[in-house]
């Protein structure tokens, strides 16, 4: 037990060999400075996640003149830059004029017709320059173009869209 008369009192531990240093339940919502120890428990519930945060992902198929690829997170004071957008076609798209795609935060076309051939299987990746922002909460979509820049629904063809991105604060 420390002594003294302060309530708050620091300690500096030095474990024995292999041993270790367990603290009480509830330290976690003390951590707050620079040099605060962490817990194996607050790493797990503050860092590791289970997927990749800063990256969208989705399968594409025929039938429909746009596909949703995903939803942009929308934290407070974050800034989101669309990094790289990665266009997998396993099946050509066909059918119904399809000559292009577009993809779209709604704003902002980060993907334009020349940069992905769907109608020719083969990995496509548009790098972005971070030169303009994307909303938080956008939903990214992806629309299937004719020669004239018209709407058009192909008839088969599926795909893999990958979305990375970056969130600065």
Known sequence: AATG???NISLTLTPKG??????YDGYEANVSGDDDLVTKKWVEDNVVTSTDDLTIRTSVSSGASSATV???PNAASTTYFIARAIVHVSTPFSGGSVDHVTISDGSYTF???ADVDVT???SYYVDLPFSTATAGGA???MSFLDSGSSA???TAGAAVVTVEYKALQ
């Open 70 to 72: 995903g939803t942009m």
């Open 111 to 113: 993907v334009v017709n």
């Open 120 to 122: 020719t299987a083969g």
């Open 152 to 154: 058009a629904t192909p």
């Open 139 to 141: 939903t990214l979509t």
């Open 5 to 7: 008369g302060d309530t």
């Open 18 to 23: 292999t041993g270790v240093i367990t603290t």
